[in-house]
């Protein structure tokens, strides 16, 4: 599952620079849209790698939480977007809304999981309290 949680994080990248090359594209003669366009591809690029660096830390609770809400924020905007097109189905929203779903799947799931170093005893920990 590690994989197919990476994959995602990887197309989630992937995504960020087809935004970015595409905007270029679109608005090369428009400064002001190309930037706020490019910032939009930063923000892909920042949760792909929150999202890449909690696949990798399985335990990391904070960091899941930071990857779960900004995917849900995400997941907000495709929607916004598809709405703004006329057509949910678009391939552009439809992807993403697919990528972030996903990856807030695998957020929960690292949620969910309980980190085996908290479950067991610190010898330590019984003496103090034995004193």
């Not at 595409?22 to 930037?35: E, F, I, P, Q, R």
Request: charged share 15%.
């Amino acid at each position: 599952m590690k994989l197919i949680d990476r994959i995602f994080g990887c197309l989630m990248f992937l995504g960020g620079i087809g935004h970015g090359f595409g905007s270029y594209l679109a608005y090369k003669n428009d400064h002001v849209t190309l930037l706020w366009a490019w910032c939009a591809s930063f923000a892909v690029f920042l949760l792909a790698s929150v999202n890449l660096l909690r696949a990798g830390r399985e335990h990391d609770h904070p960091l899941a939480w930071l990857s779960l809400g900004g995917c849900l924020m995400w997941i907000g905007f495709v929607v916004w977007f598809g709405q703004l097109l006329g057509n949910p189905l678009d391939f552009r929203p439809l992807v993403n809304l697919i990528i972030t779903v996903v990856l807030a799947g695998f957020s929960i799931r690292s949620l969910l999981r309980t980190d085996p170093r908290n479950e067991r005893v610190q010898p330590n920990a019984v003496a103090a309290r034995a004193h």
